[in-house]
Each structure stands twice: as structure tokens, then as C-alpha cells.
């Protein structure tokens, strides 16, 4: 393995915070610029927390390509590197198995067994070693310290606009379309259900407009999305994804679709009948369609702007 110039966290959003990083170990690199992070999440292993990601490690890889990282290393978390000492992790894992000449961390950072190990004496044990480590501070903004957390709880609240403003992108997720029950397409509303994967961050439930990207494609078409469980088709039914295009006829059906939730329009509502529920469909996509439009048109302004 060449030498490596290591930013190390969870990286889980990539905010301001999170960059300023990154930016330490991209440039004036002594190495091959590296983020590094554990999977599963620490928590998961130590206390059976479920910890849902923000961003996969698929999409992290991408993200962090155009801020100049090489590589992403997942360090394998379990009970034996949670019991490795401070002392241990920087000298074996950091220094000898990712040859680490150069090093970059939160003020938060915490490591090794019982989490002892903080950032200073991460700097004072891999120095000894001739390799240089840089303390980042916490960076605030209007409404306090920039995190993860804040990211996750905007999503939950369905606030898409103050999650894209702390990561700085729009937030996605990307799922593969699979067999329903084809209630939609008999009430006049076809929809894709679509299989997301488990790990991943999804925001409250409630009815979207969005935009969706099928495979990978440039084009973008403006949706409506239900996220949740069904409550007037089956009560019982678990929590799902559903994506209706707007005025298209396209046939989904093994395709993998990139969501882009833009606006939550309502919650969930249980409706008497299905014809109720098609009515108010109705009403979402006309208002769906108004909400991007004017999304779009203000993401011209600003463009022009600048």
C-alpha cells in the first residue's frame, strides 16, 4: 500500500464540518488522499443501535471523488478493534496497516477502547512517529453546531430545503423497482414501488413531489411520492416507496430510479374509499407539478445570479 494522508470520521452527510477535513488531507498531500471510516457504525456493534446512513458507501465513494479523495477505506468494526487500545489503533492500524503520513480530524474525534483516545493524543502519539496531524475545528453556523444529527433531523421533519442547505446538495436515494399490488394502475395512478436499501436514511413519512432519474440517465421527471405505509389500501401493510411520473407512460419494471424528494406536500391520511384516494392523488400531482416548476425557476434565478 502506498503512503496515505488519512481524514478520518464518519463523514455521514459530508457538511461544512465534514469538507474542511477532507480539504486538509487533498491538499499539500504527503499521500494518497483517503477518508476513513468503521462499518458498521460503532454503535451497531457496542449497543445494537440501528444506524441508518445518510449516504451509503456506494454514494459516498462518488461524492467524495470531486473534492479530490482517492479512496474510501471502511474499517471493519467488531468487539476485537473495539477492544484495541488508543495507543494500539494509531500505531497498527493508522501508522503500519494504512501507512499513514499525514492525518486530519475533527476536534470531536474519538478512538480506541471505552473511546479514550481524543484528537490530542492522537496528535501526540502519531507525531512521535514523524507524522503530522491536524486538528480541524467545529465549524457553527446561524443555528448552532454543523452535524449529522441536524442533517438526519431535518430529513425526519421532511424539511428537504434545510438538509440541502447544511450538506450543501440536494439529498437522494436510489432504489430498484419491483412487483406491487397494482392498486395505483387500477385507480388511474400507476406507481413504482420501489426497494430501497435497509441502511439507508429516508426522510418522514409523507407525500413528496420529487424528481426521479431512471437508470442512471440524465433526464429528470417530475413525481409524486409516497413514503410510508398504506393506510386506505392495506393498514397492515409495512412502510414502502411509492413513485408516480407526471404525465408519462413508461414502463419501470426492473429499472433502478434516483429519487430526489423536493417539497413534502402532506402526511398520511386514511381516505373511506378508493375513490376518495385517487381524487386526492389527484390533488398532489397538480400541486407536485406547481412545486417543481417554481423550484426550477428559482434555481434559474440564482443561477443567473452568479
Known amino acids: 500500500m502506498l503512503p496515505t494522508s488519512l481524514a478520518l470520521g464518519s463523514f455521514d452527510g459530508l457538511h461544512a464540518g465534514h469538507l474542511s477535513v477532507i480539504e486538509k ?6 499521500g494518497v488522499p483517503t477518508v476513513v471510516s468503521f462499518w458498521p457504525h460503532p454503535r451497531e456493534i ?10 451509503l458507501p456506494s454514494e459516498k465513494t462518488f461524492l467524495l471523488e470531486p473534492f479530490g479523495v482517492k479512496q474510501l477505506v471502511l474499517i471493519p468494526f467488531d468487539r476485537s478493534l473495539a477492544a484495541l487500545k488508543a495507543e494500539d489503533f494509531v500505531m497498527e492500524m ?6 499513514a503520513r499525514q492525518i ?3 476536534a470531536n474525534f474519538r ?22 496531524v491536524s486538528v480541524l475545528p ?7 453546531r454543523m452535524s449529522s444529527s441536524r442533517i438526519r433531523l431535518a430529513l425526519q421533519k421532511g424539511l428537504l430545503n434545510e438538509a440541502k442547505k447544511l450538506m450543501g446538495r440536494a439529498y437522494k436515494f436510489s432504489g430498484k423497482v419491483v412487483s406491487g399490488k397494482g392498486i395505483g394502475r387500477k385507480i388511474g395512478w400507476p406507481t413504482a414501488n420501489l426497494s430501497v436499501d435497509g441502511r439507508k436514511f429516508l426522510p418522514g413519512l409523507g407525500v413528496y413531489a420529487a424528481w426521479a432519474w431512471i437508470n442512471d440517465q440524465k433526464t429528470k421527471f417530475p413525481s409524486v411520492m409516497n413514503l410510508g405505509p398504506q393506510p386506505t389500501v392495506d393498514p397492515n401493510a409495512p412502510s ?7 404525465n408519462q407512460q413508461i414502463d419501470l419494471r426492473e429499472c433502478e430510479l434516483t429519487i430526489e424528494p423536493v417539497e413534502r406536500l402532506r402526511g398520511q391520511k386514511r381516505f373511506k374509499d378508493l375513490d376518495e384516494l385517487s381524487c386526492q392523488i389527484a390533488l398532489d400531482a397538480e400541486l407536485a407539478n406547481t412545486q417543481l416548476k417554481t423550484y426550477e425557476q428559482q434555481i434559474e434565478i440564482s443561477t443567473d445570479k452568479h
Do not use: C, W
Not at 25 to 30: A, E, V
Not at 240 to 246: D, F, N, S
Open 111 to 132: 478512538f480506541g477502547r471505552n473511546r479514550e483516545g481524543d484528537a490530542i493524543q492522537l496528535k501526540e502519539l502519531a507525531e512521535r512517529k514523524g507524522v503530522e
Open 25 to 30: 488531507i487533498t491538499k499539500d498531500t504527503k
Open 46 to 55: 457496542l449497543y445494537g443501535e440501528a444506524r441508518l446512513r445518510i449516504d
Open 138 to 144: 467545529i465549524i457553527n453556523d446561524s443555528n448552532g
Open 240 to 246: 414502502a416507496v411509492e413513485i408516480h411520473l407526471l
Open 104 to 106: 486530519a480530524v475533527g
Open 94 to 99: 493508522l501508522l503500519k496497516t494504512l501507512k
